[in-house]
C-alpha cells in the first residue's frame, strides 16, 4: 500500500517557517472564524457554519482533512446561536444538536475534541469501529445555573462514530454525564476551562478540569471512563506543555508527572495567560503589556525572564499546530501578532506583530481547545545557522506535496552529489539518499505515511525541508 507522506518547505538559514506533528487540528474553527494550518503556511478559512464564543473543539484526520467542529451546547444568555457539532460539509451532523444538556457555548474553554485512542487516528473515510470513534468533552456554564429554568449539566461529553454517514459521521450519543455540577462553593467562569492530554503509552486520556474548589482528572481509556482524582486547588485556562512534562494551572506551573498524573508545584507567575513552546523548554507569557519569556531548563526558572516585546496588547497566548505561538484578542478580526520559533531562546524567537487577518470573521473568546501532546515538536532551532551560512535565493522544491510515495527534489542551484536525510519529527533518520542531479526522483513508498523532515545538506547550505 502506497504511503502518504507530507513534506513542507522551509530554508532555515532565510526565514523560521515552522514544523509540527501529525494533521488532527490542522484545521481551527473558532468564534465565527477558520485557520488551515496544513504546510506550515496557514490560511484563512471563512466556511464555518457556528457562531463560537466560549467554547471551540475541531477534529480532522490523521492527514489533515475536516471531520468536525463544535462550539458546544446551548447558552441560555446567547439563544439566537446553536449548540451543534457540523460535518466536513459544513452541515449538523446527524444527531448533532447538543441542546441544554451538553456543554454551553459560553463555556470558557468548555470543549475539547479527541480520537478514542491518541495513537489510533488514522481515519480516512474506511475506518473500522476500533479507530472511527471521537470524543468530544464539554463543561456547563455558569449562565446556565443562574437563569430560569436552571440546569447545569457539568462535564459531559459525546461521542461520534465517524464510520456513519460515509464518512461525514454521526453523533452517537450525547448527554453523557461525567461529573455532576456542585454549586456548594458557589458559581465562577474561572473554574469552566477543560483539558485532554494522552496518558504515558499513548492508549488512554488525562481530561482535566474544576469542581468549584479544585482541579480534578478522569481517565479516558479503552475500558471506558475512570474515577476523578484531586489533584490541587486552581481556576482559569489549563496549558500542559507538549512534552508533558509541565502544565499551568491558572497563573501556577507545576511538573507534571504523566506517568503517575502527578502535579507538583513549582512557583506562581504573574502574568496572565501562557503558552509552551512546541517541544516544552520554553514558556512564554503575557501581563501588564509584556511578553515574556522564561526557559524551563533553567536552574533559576524565574530568574531566566527575558522581555521579548513591551507595549502588547493582546489578551492571550495560543500555541498552534503550525508550531508557532500566537497572540490573540476576545472578538478581534486578526491575530496581532506571532511568535515564529518559539523553541529558541531570547530574540531569536523571531517575534512579529504582523497580524494575521481572518477575512471578516472574528475569533470569539477562544481559540481551538488542542490537546498538547498533538503540538509537541523537538527538531532544531528553526535559526539555526543564521551566522554560519549566507542567505541566498534558491529555487528548491519538493513535489508533489502532499505525495503518495514518489517525490522530485528539485533545485536551480547544485553542486556535486548532495546527501539527504527524511528524518522522523522524533529525529530519526527513516531514508536517507544522494541527490544526483537538478530533478531527483526518490521512492519512499516503504516509509510509513506521516510527516517527517527532509534534509539536504550540501556544500555551504544547509536546507531543511518539511
Known amino acids: 500500500m502506497m504511503r502518504k507522506l507530507l513534506f513542507y518547505t522551509i530554508l532555515t538559514f ?6 509540527y506533528a501529525q494533521g488532527e487540528y490542522d484545521k481551527c474553527y473558532f468564534g465565527t ?3 488551515d494550518f496544513t504546510g506550515g503556511n496557514p490560511y484563512v478559512l471563512t466556511n464555518s457554519q457556528m457562531i463560537g464564543v466560549e467554547s471551540a473543539a475541531s477534529m480532522c484526520s490523521q492527514n489533515g482533512d475536516l471531520l468536525f467542529y463544535s462550539n458546544g451546547g446551548d447558552s441560555p444568555t446567547v439563544p439566537a446561536s ?23 457555548i459560553s463555556s470558557f474553554d468548555g470543549a475539547v475534541a479527541f480520537p478514542k485512542s491518541p495513537s489510533n487516528s488514522n481515519f480516512d473515510g474506511s475506518a473500522s469501529p476500533s479507530n472511527s470513534t471521537y470524543y468530544i468533552f464539554m463543561r456547563d456554564c455558569v449562565e446556565s445555573s443562574v437563569t430560569t429554568p436552571s440546569y447545569n449539566s457539568g462535564l459531559t461529553y459525546c461521542e461520534i462514530d465517524m464510520d456513519a454517514n460515509n464518512g461525514l459521521g454521526k453523533v452517537v450519543n450525547k ?8 454549586p456548594g462553593f458557589g458559581l465562577s467562569t474561572n473554574h469552566e476551562p477543560l483539558a485532554a492530554i494522552s496518558n504515558a503509552n499513548d492508549d488512554g486520556w488525562f481530561v482535566f478540569s474544576y469542581t468549584l474548589d479544585s482541579l480534578y482528572s478522569i481517565e479516558v481509556d479503552d475500558n471506558g471512563i475512570g474515577n476523578i482524582k484531586v489533584h490541587v486547588e486552581g481556576a482559569k485556562r489549563i496549558v500542559f506543555s507538549p512534552s508533558k512534562e509541565h502544565v499551568i494551572v491558572g497563573g501556577i506551573l507545576y511538573n507534571y508527572n504523566n506517568l503517575l498524573n502527578e502535579l507538583s508545584v ?4 504573574p502574568e496572565s495567560s501562557f503558552a509552551f513552546s512546541p517541544n516544552g523548554k520554553v514558556l512564554y507569557a503575557i501581563g501588564s503589556g509584556n511578553l515574556n519569556q522564561y526557559d524551563l531548563t533553567a536552574t533559576n526558572i524565574f530568574g531566566s525572564k527575558v522581555t521579548i516585546n513591551s507595549g502588547v496588547t ?21 491575530l496581532p501578532g506571532v511568535i ?3 523553541n529558541s531562546l531570547g530574540t531569536n524567537c523571531d517575534f512579529s506583530m504582523t497580524s494575521f487577518n481572518l477575512g471578516g470573521k472574528q475569533a470569539g473568546h477562544v481559540f481551538t481547545n488542542i490537546p498538547a501532546n498533538y503540538l509537541f515538536y523537538n527538531g532544531a532551532d528553526c535559526n539555526l545557522s543564521v551566522n554560519d551560512y549566507k542567505a541566498e535565493s534558491i529555487d528548491f522544491e519538493v513535489y508533489p506535496n502532499p505525495s503518495n510515495g ?3 527534489i528539485s533545485m536551480s542551484k547544485f553542486e556535486n552529489h548532495i546527501p539527504f536525510n527524511v528524518v522522523s519529527l522524533e529525529g530519526k533518520v527513516v531514508f536517507d539518499g544522494m541527490v544526483r542531479s537538478h530533478k531527483e526522483i526518490v521512492d519512499l513508498r516503504g516509509v510509513e505515511r506521516g510527516i517527517y523532515i527532509l534534509e539536504v545538506n550540501g556544500k555551504k547550505k544547509r536546507l531543511v525541508l518539511r
Open 406 to 408: 514518489n517525490i522530485t
Open 266 to 269: 513549582i512557583r506562581s507567575f
Open 175 to 182: 448527554g453523557n454525564q461525567v461529573v455532576p455540577f456542585d
Open 340 to 342: 515564529n520559533c518559539p
Open 14 to 19: 532565510i526565514s523560521c517557517g515552522s514544523l
Open 33 to 35: 472564524a477558520g485557520i
Open 314 to 334: 493582546a489578551s492571550r497566548l495560543y500555541l498552534t499546530p503550525d508550531a508557532r505561538v500566537y497572540l490573540f484578542n476576545v472578538d478581534a478580526g486578526s
Open 82 to 104: 446553536v449548540g451543534a457539532v457540523w460535518n466536513a460539509n459544513h452541515v449538523i451532523m446527524e444527531n448533532g444538536i447538543l441542546g441544554s444538556e451538553s456543554g454551553c
